[in-house]
């Protein structure tokens, strides 16, 4: 199977059993194709992206001890994980010309976006609430939309929508357990351990595509698209040996942990 066909299946197919169906083992990429940004993903009536404000805010810590809530925060969460699944397919097809090595990484997250997908599907079926039953928003897909390179897509989502899951998997594992859920919270554990790779990808790339002169750091600042900022690559929660672990300098990760926004409006 060809790399764009698997982008297409995910993005272009309305149907969510062939968006989470995992390509086979044997990908290749000797056909990435003409460059194509597309505009919304396509998804069945029940998925596609309700208007602003409509989806349901996450349920607070307190809020989970009612499976109902717990109901809500997986399918929110199974809306998140589809959505960076689709934006990786979306980036695949807007940037063809990235590297080979690279294109083939994404295949290997996007199969752990899949799996992701649903795990939370199936933990708020278990709960009662059907994936799709609710609204559902489109931020991280918004946010992509202005991705105009590999490397603001690196330090969009690896390094800010995914290094903020090293916090919040850690915050809703031990929020889940509080509420007498265990599964639940085993869910997010793995979940965790998984966003310390994607994360790891995300920094090993930046490393290889930014410019010789310049530090991880102001790699990532400089490919950032207001709203997203330092700030947003964080929880409540700062999860320092998991950065470390994922592969972040130290110096990269007490600058991220130290941030104020107050330093957005001084590098502009």
Not at 141 to 162: C, I, M, N, R, T
């Amino acid at each position: 199977m060809e790399l764009r066909a698997f982008a297409e299946q995910v993005l272009l197919r309305p149907s969510l059993e062939e968006k989470l169906t995992a390509p086979p083992a044997t990908l290749t990429d000797t056909d990435p194709g003409p460059a194509a940004r597309i505009a919304e993903p396509e998804r069945t009536p029940d998925l596609v992206f309700a208007p602003r404000r409509s989806a349901p805010s996450m349920p607070s810590p307190q809020a989970l001890a009612d499976p109902h809530k717990r109901a809500i925060a997986h399918h929110i969460m199974a809306n998140h994980e589809l959505q960076a699944l689709e934006v990786m397919a979306w980036v695949l097809l807007a940037f063809p010309e990235a590297p080979t090595d690279f294109r083939m990484g994404m295949a290997c997250v996007m199969r752990d976006e899949q799996r992701h997908t649903r795990m939370h599907a199936e933990r708020a079926r278990k709960l009662g609430v059907e994936f799709g039953e609710l609204p559902v928003n489109c931020y991280i897909w918004k946010k992509a939309q202005e991705f105009h390179s590999v490397l603001d897509y690196l330090a969009g989502l690896p390094l800010v929508f995914e290094g903020r899951n090293l916090d919040h998997t850690c915050e809703l594992a031990e929020a889940f357990e509080a509420a007498g859920d265990p599964r639940s919270a085993r869910l997010m554990q793995v979940i965790h351990d998984d966003e310390i790779e994607h994360v790891r990808f995300g920094i090993e790339w930046l490393r290889r595509l930014k410019r010789d002169d310049q530090s991880d750091w102001d790699a990532f600042v400089d490919h950032l698209h207001w709203p997203l900022r330092p700030g947003k690559a964080r929880g409540m929660v700062f999860q320092r040996e998991a950065r470390l672990a994922a592969g972040l300098g130290a110096e990269f990760v007490d600058r991220l942990e130290k941030w104020t926004d107050e330093e957005s409006v001084e590098t502009g």
